[in-house]
């Protein structure tokens, strides 16, 4: 049974910075393909980053520049730097696997992330 446990959301200003972890357990990371996305009120989920076990990442167009995505594949952990932080960034950020393009885990509780004055 694989477990995310994403942390590190929180309630920032514009402008401000948040660093989100997501922890995995029950499964080894391996090569997996492995991503951020984000559902804000109202809104689909969408991935926002991913990155290969290589380290290869991609970005949706509304945080290149501002988010980072990083993994620990010894901690089996995945990271992600978000910076310059907007209104449009609130949303509940969840982490998982990508296989074929689709989650491919159960989804975890998520984080939730409030960018407001």
């Known amino acids: 049974q694989v477990r995310l446990a994403e942390s590190g959301g929180g309630l920032v200003q514009p402008g401000g910075s948040l660093r989100l972890s997501c922890a995995v357990s029950?499964?080894?990371?391996?090569?997996?393909?492995m991503g951020w996305y984000r559902q804000a009120p109202g809104k689909q989920r969408e991935l926002v980053a991913d990155?290969?076990?290589?380290?290869?990442?991609n970005y949706e167009d509304s945080v290149k520049g501002r988010f980072t995505i990083s993994r620990d594949n010894a901690k089996n952990a995945v990271y992600l730097q978000m910076n310059s932080l907007n209104a449009e960034d609130t949303a509940v950020y969840y982490c998982?696997?990508?296989?074929?393009?689709?989650?491919?885990?159960?989804w975890g509780q998520g984080t939730q992330v409030t960018v407001s004055p």
């Open positions: 998982n696997a990508i296989q074929s393009d689709r989650p491919l885990w159960s």
């Open positions: 029950g499964s080894f990371l391996g090569f997996s393909r």
């Open positions: 990155v290969t076990y290589g380290g290869q990442s």
